[in-house]
Each structure stands twice: as structure tokens, then as C-alpha cells.
């Protein structure tokens, strides 16, 4: 059993900062991408940013220039740090890992969400 917590969320104004972290635990053998989400209110999940096992980074446009995306796979962690927040970036931020668990194989793993405000 694998279980991914986030945590970091929080209100802030327009212009203000904030750091996500995300932390996967349990039968953890090797972790590939990880990645983070987020799904704003009526709309549907959207990838934030993601990064691979070598620290390749991938960013939606709507996030590049402001947010960036690490890891630290001692920890098996991720991190968010999100600059020159908007009030579109107000979302719930999901963490995702690619964990082997086993031999052969791996699956994604999903946290349960960090609610991220931006509103004065």
C-alpha cells in the first residue's frame, strides 16, 4: 500500500506565494514522474507541472514563468512553489507518484487534495 499526503495549501492574495509539498509512503520500491494537478471549481483536472525520476520538468503555460516544480527522492517528495499567484490559479492541488511496487510494473498513486485559494 502506497499513500501520497500533500499538504501547503491555504489562502492567499493576488501577487502572494505559496509552497505545496508531497510526500508518498508505504511499500515504495522505486518512484518515477511525479506530478502535480489541480481542478478548479467546474472545471475538469488539470495537469500543473510535472517532473521526472532524472529532474526532467514539464509546465502547463498558464503556470511557466511562475511556478516550479522539484523533488527530493531521498524523501520521495515533491515540491510547488507557486509565485504570482492569480485568482484562476484557486483550485484543489492533487499530488501524483508513479511508484513500483513490485517486480515488474507501476501505478499511480493520487493524494487527496490541497485546497489552494487566491482571492483579496
Known amino acids: 500500500q502506497v499513500h501520497v499526503v500533500e499538504s501547503g495549501g491555504g489562502w492567499v492574495q493576488p501577487g502572494g506565494s505559496l509552497r505545496l509539498s508531497c510526500a508518498a509512503s508505504g511499500r515504495v520500491l522505486e518512484t518515477y514522474a511525479m506530478a502535480w494537478y489541480r481542478q478548479g471549481p467546474g472545471k475538469q483536472r488539470e495537469l500543473v507541472a510535472s517532473i521526472s525520476s532524472d529532474g526532467s520538468t514539464n509546465y502547463a503555460d498558464s503556470v511557466k514563468g511562475r511556478f516550479t516544480i522539484s523533488r527530493d527522492n531521498a524523501k520521495i517528495s515533491v515540491y510547488l512553489q507557486m509565485n504570482s499567484l492569480k485568482p484562476e490559479d484557486t483550485a484543489v492541488y492533487y499530488c501524483?507518484?508513479?511508484?513500483?511496487?513490485?517486480?515488474?510494473?507501476?501505478?499511480?498513486?493520487w493524494g487527496q487534495g490541497t485546497q489552494v485559494t487566491v482571492s483579496s
Open positions: 501524483s507518484a508513479e511508484v513500483r511496487t513490485g517486480a515488474f510494473g507501476w501505478d499511480r498513486y
